[in-house]
């Protein structure tokens, strides 16, 4: 597996316009977490532009066409600082209220047997879920920081229940604001109501975004640079190789996304049957889930020259419990999500886990 680091030669930004109203939140929506169609949409755009022989149709299977998507999947976005990835902190973790250190002690939750299973109703289906606890006599709030680096996120998959860690080791970047306006391109005027504010990215020296490639077929280095974000801003690339640990589980485990994932029933995939869900073709049981708000996810159409419908995902680092009674493999990542697969939704790691 390769991994492209992205070293932006300038602020980034993703924007979102919105209505502006007294008392509205006008922040660009996920500014400084892009979405993994970005990202993919940016090195096979390079990859297109690097391979001579694409015009001839040779690597139509790697690549794709306008109209098609061909083998090549990227899994990402994450940050790095130098040799260090980091991953969206997964949302089972909890820290001690008041944590006033240089250091947190990031402590897992997990399903507890003896609580009252609570009912959700995602799309047109009913789970009953088993809440997530842990045996502290600390008040737990939720972490500050939104990353774990992939040695400690290697160590929470398998098995470890209580981790600490630096507060600033994860400190990639800076958030910059400036105000700007939606143009009415009819009129050629600023668009009445509507006002956003650009959360742009200044990443720290030596960091930058990262995404893994899988099956690369010799071809990845001839990526030199990458458009980014809403004003293409260029972003040199580096690729190296990388291994993410291979696995064979069964019993309880821990499917942790590393992408969002987009599911017909929302937070539910659409193979769930009341009870069960397929993972790789793996019936499990559903037990609980550890996630967040969801987020809308937007994409551009090229063939048809127009913006596809909105849809909803479920946030990267959300976390499912599940029990299975056969083996479930992972060759690194696995693909867990009904739609957008070939654009990296979706891509998760396992891990195993036991009840409080």
């Known amino acids: 597996m390769k991994i492209v680091k992205f070293y932006p030669q300038d ?26 169609s970005v990202f993919y949409g940016a090195l096979r755009t390079s990859l297109i532009e690097s391979i001579d022989d694409f015009k001839n149709g040779k690597y139509k299977d790697f690549i794709g066409t306008t109209t098609e998507h061909g083998k090549f999947r990227s899994i990402g976005p994450f940050t790095f600082k130098q040799n260090n990835i980091f991953f969206p902190i997964p949302r089972n973790l909890s820290v001690i209220k008041k944590d006033e250190d240089k250091t947190l002690t990031l402590i897992k939750l997990k399903p507890f047997q003896k609580l009252d299973r609570y009912k959700i109703v995602s799309g047109d289906k009913v789970a009953m879920l088993t809440k997530l606890w842990h045996r502290s006599y600390e008040t737990l709030e939720e972490p500050d920081i939104g990353y774990l680096d992939l040695n400690s996120l290697l160590e929470f998959l398998n098995g470890k229940d209580v981790m600490t860690i630096e507060k600033d080791k994860f400190k990639t970047y800076e958030i910059e604001n400036r105000i700007g306006i939606k143009i009415d391109k009819a009129k050629g005027a600023a668009e009445k109501r509507y006002i956003y504010r650009e959360a742009t990215i200044r990443f720290v020296e030596g960091c930058g975004f990262a995404s893994f490639v899988e099956n690369d077929m010799g071809k990845l280095n001839n990526v030199k640079s990458v458009f980014l974000g809403g004003e293409r801003h260029v972003a040199f690339t580096k690729i190296e190789d990388v291994t993410i640990p291979t696995k064979t589980l069964k019993g309880r485990i821990m499917i942790y996304l590393a992408t969002p994932a987009i599911f017909k029933n929302g937070v539910l ?4 049957d009341g009870e069960n ?3 790789n073709g793996v019936k499990c049981k559903i037990v609980s889930i550890a996630n967040a708000k969801s987020i809308t996810v937007s994409t551009f159409d090229i063939a048809k020259n127009r913006p596809r419908a909105s849809k909803f995902a479920v946030p990267a680092g959300s976390v499912y419990f599940v029990e299975s009674e056969k083996e479930i493999k992972s060759d690194g990542f696995i693909t867990f999500t009904d739609e957008m697969e070939e654009y990296g939704f979706g891509r998760s790691l396992i891990g195993g886990w036991d009840y409080e």
Do not use: C
Not at 18 to 36: C, Q, T, V
Not at 269 to 272: A, C, D, E, I, V
């Open 11 to 36: 602020v980034l930004f993703f924007r979102d316009a919105k209505p502006f109203d007294a008392g509205s939140d006008n922040e660009a929506i996920n500014a400084h977490y892009p979405l993994p």
């Open 269 to 272: 995939p659409q193979n769930f």
């Open 277 to 279: 869900i397929f993972i």
